[in-house]
């Protein structure tokens, strides 16, 4: 229990008040974004919230790491939108129980690690994406419905709604510098929510977006027929859910160890993210993953234990018990302050700083990120493109290293001692660097360092021998691997592999482990 849970373990020196004060701070700035995205895709309010308190609690308790809250994420919920219009809710509900049982499966084969294989340009175009989207989702709070039209606001509503807002942020701002006692984000809400209460100001509130009152999540089996269409049906959906969210959420977990100087488990929160959404299909949630800007909020508060994310779900929960009718009257201009300034804090602003001194593919793939992340609010999208691009620029690089070293020894044997990695991309220049035709009849290859990575290096290979043995040259290949002089099987005759000296390593195509 120890290992799983350290809540109560006095020697983690856990600050219990910021714990408490950031957990608070979290479910206010949490639920307005929950209930957003449930209307946005269609759903009934209340699943934003249930998603909130279930993805909340559970990943708080057996995520990877201490700090990182979960909720009911955009992110994930965008993907669902297509099949709550075509097939409805029930639907959904599969899919995203589906979505948590390949969590787990990725969790629990340990493939989180290949998280390490995003390059710092793709996170920076990641979180740099993410902070214009938490931003311009602000701007929805300056517009108003007239006639059925989303308009922006005008005249005196927009001046109370831009001053409020103005205000929020100069109290996140300013507080730090007399005091960090408490979490500026939950003060700023506090004194907005009062002034806007005692002097009868008319502005929008949570309360214009949904109602939030409601009881315990209820069990719900997803009334679906278990075939085989049904599968055809809810499997894709289900599993770019279940990408987006562990994209986002591995990211977001890597950033959160940047800031605190830790180390999460990328595994566990692979489980911990499945085992919610399970929950979530069975208990009337939309589903999620965790949350960029309130994990922000959270750390920003001083909070550094998985208490702040129990207490934030468990807010969550009572609100919807007894609490809506005084949340439902907090001030909208209050929650996008605050997430303004989370936005602000967001936006890797250091990337300005050093874009003179990255290379040139690397600004390409960030911006390049930002820009999909921004306009097409796929995050799995964003960072598979930059993963790519990022890949094919280092084995364009890497194809340009490999070279080789020729001369001629006291016994008219000519040497080739080849250095750089012998993959797909670099062959061809490998083969274009032997003269078959000039060359003496006895021709040495060393490979000692060089590596033979793939397939296409093996192939190149094969034909080299081929090449030398048509010309009737003795060939020689030292400090080959032993794979690749069994797949070497042409010019059986007229090859000498130097096996005393060769290393015993593995081609990438191998199976062991």
């Keep these: 229990m120890h290992a799983v849970l350290r809540l109560f373990d006095f020697s983690q020196k856990v600050n219990y008040?910021?714990?408490?004060?950031?957990?608070?701070?979290?479910?206010?700035?949490?639920?307005?974004?929950?209930?957003?995205?449930?209307?946005?895709?269609?759903?009934?309010?209340?699943?934003?919230?249930?998603?909130?308190?279930?993805?909340?609690?559970?990943?708080?308790?057996?995520?990877?790491?201490?700090?990182?809250?979960s909720g009911g994420a955009g992110a994930t919920v965008v993907v669902l939108i297509a099949l709550m219009k075509t097939h409805g809710i029930e639907y959904v509900f599969a899919a995203v129980a589906l979505a948590g049982v390949v969590q787990i499966l990725v969790g629990v084969f340990k493939l989180g690690k290949f998280i390490r294989l995003v390059p710092q340009p793709v996170m920076?175009?990641?979180?740099?994406?993410?902070?214009?989207?938490?931003?311009?989702?602000?701007?929805?709070?300056?517009?108003?419905?007239?006639?059925?039209?989303?308009?922006?606001?005008?005249?005196?509503?927009?001046?109370?709604?831009?001053g409020l807002v103005a205000l929020t942020i100069a109290i996140v701002v300013l507080l730090p510098r007399f005091t960090k006692a408490v979490p500026p984000s939950l003060v700023a809400i506090i004194i907005v929510f009062l002034i806007v209460l005692g002097f009868g100001i008319p502005t929008k509130t949570v309360k214009d977006i949904a109602a939030v009152s409601g009881g315990f999540p209820p069990f719900h089996i997803p009334a679906i027929p278990f075939n085989l269409e049904t599968l055809k049906v809810v499997f894709p959906y289900a599993l770019i859910m279940a990408g987006v969210g562990l994209t986002e959420g591995l990211l977001t977990l890597n950033l959160v160890d940047e800031m605190t100087a830790t180390r999460g488990n990328g595994n566990r929160e692979c489980i911990a993210q499945g085992?919610?959404?399970?929950?979530?299909?069975?208990?009337?949630?939309?589903?999620?993953?965790?949350?960029?800007?309130?994990?922000?909020?959270n750390l920003s508060a001083g909070?550094?234990?998985?208490?702040?994310?129990?207490?934030?779900?468990?807010?969550i929960l009572l609100i919807i018990f007894v609490g809506a009718p005084v949340i439902e009257r907090v001030p909208m201009a209050a929650l996008t302050g605050v997430m303004i300034m989370v936005a602000i804090g967001t936006f890797e602003w250091a990337s300005f700083r050093i874009i003179n001194k990255m290379p040139r593919q690397d600004i390409f793939v960030g911006i390049?990120?930002?820009?999909?992340?921004?306009?097409?609010?796929?995050?799995?999208?964003?960072?598979?493109?930059?993963?790519?691009?990022?890949?094919?620029?280092?084995?364009?690089?890497?194809?340009?290293?490999?070279?080789?070293?020729?001369?001629?020894?006291?016994?008219?044997?000519?040497?080739?001692?080849?250095?750089?990695?012998?993959?797909?991309g670099s062959v061809t220049a490998f083969t274009e660097k032997f003269d078959v035709n000039e060359d003496p009849q006895e021709v040495i290859i060393d490979f000692k360092d060089s590596r033979v990575a793939d397939m296409s290096a093996i192939e190149a290979l094969n034909k080299l021998t081929d090449r030398y043995q048509k010309a009737g040259k003795k060939l020689h290949l030292k400090h080959l691997s032993a794979d690749c002089k069994q797949l070497l099987k042409n010019a059986d005759a007229v090859i000498d592999v130097n096996i005393l000296e060769d290393p015993a390593y593995h081609v990438a195509t191998d199976k062991q482990i």
Excluded at 303 to 315: C, D, E, F
Excluded at 383 to 392: D, E, F, M, N
């Design 17 to 69: 008040k910021n714990e408490v004060l950031a957990g608070l701070t979290v479910a206010m700035t949490m639920m307005p974004e929950s209930l957003s995205f449930a209307i946005l895709a269609g759903f009934p309010p209340l699943m934003g919230l249930y998603a909130a308190f279930i993805m909340g609690l559970v990943t708080a308790v057996l995520g990877g790491r201490p700090g990182l809250i």
């Design 275 to 297: 085992t919610a959404n399970i929950l979530n299909g069975f208990f009337s949630g939309m589903g999620g993953c965790p949350m960029i800007a309130q994990t922000l909020v």
């Design 368 to 424: 390049l990120v930002a820009l999909i992340t921004v306009w097409l609010h796929n995050l799995a999208l964003a960072v598979l493109v930059g993963v790519i691009i990022s890949a094919l620029v280092f084995a364009w690089e890497s194809a340009k290293r490999i070279r080789a070293r020729k001369y001629v020894d006291a016994t008219g044997a000519k040497h080739y001692e080849v250095y750089g990695p012998l993959f797909f």
């Design 124 to 162: 920076y175009g990641f979180v740099n994406g993410l902070a214009v989207i938490i931003f311009t989702a602000q701007l929805e709070q300056f517009k108003t419905v007239i006639n059925g039209q989303s308009v922006w606001l005008s005249g005196e509503p927009l001046f109370i709604m831009a």
């Design 303 to 315: 909070a550094r234990a998985r208490l702040s994310g129990i207490v934030a779900a468990l807010t």
